[in-house]
């Protein structure tokens, strides 16, 4: 069983960055290219949304319009751990983040639907 926990967060003044990472534990070594990885925020009475992800082709990567050209997600295969670096933040990031994980790799990558495993989520807060 795949265990998922996110570390990162915290509070930030608009237009810092933050990085959160996401330590994967229950799969072998350099494994992670073979699932489908992403980072999902949910702000409070909204839903869930997807922030950024790798698509079925492992190197290829998602990113909802809000965040592009702010938000990167990477991954460190030989540590299983999965990374978002979040610039020029916003007050409209505030939310809980999560990172997740898919048996299968899809090019719909920012759809929830598509995940198996959860982390239990993280505080970011964008404020003065």
């Known amino acids: 069983q795949l265990q998922l926990v996110e570390s990162g967060g915290g509070l930030v003044q608009p237009g810092g960055s933050l990085r959160l990472s996401c330590a994967v534990s229950?799969?072998?070594?350099?494994?992670?290219?073979?699932?489908?990885l992403a980072w999902f925020r949910q702000a409070p009475g909204t839903e869930r949304e997807g922030v950024s992800c790798?698509?079925?082709?492992?190197?290829?990567?998602y990113a909802a319009d809000s965040v592009k050209g702010r938000f990167t997600i990477s991954k460190d295969n030989a540590g299983n751990t999965i990374y978002l670096q979040m610039n020029s933040l916003k007050p409209e990031d505030t939310a809980i983040y999560y990172c997740?994980?898919?048996?299968?790799?899809?090019?719909?990558?920012?759809?929830?639907?598509?995940?198996?495993?959860w982390g239990q989520g993280i505080q970011v807060t964008v404020a003065s």
């Open positions: 997740a994980v898919a048996k299968i790799r899809s090019n719909r990558c920012l759809e929830s639907r598509a995940y198996d495993f």
């Open positions: 229950g799969i072998r070594t350099d494994y992670l290219d073979y699932y489908g």
């Open positions: 790798f698509g079925r082709g492992g190197g290829r990567t």
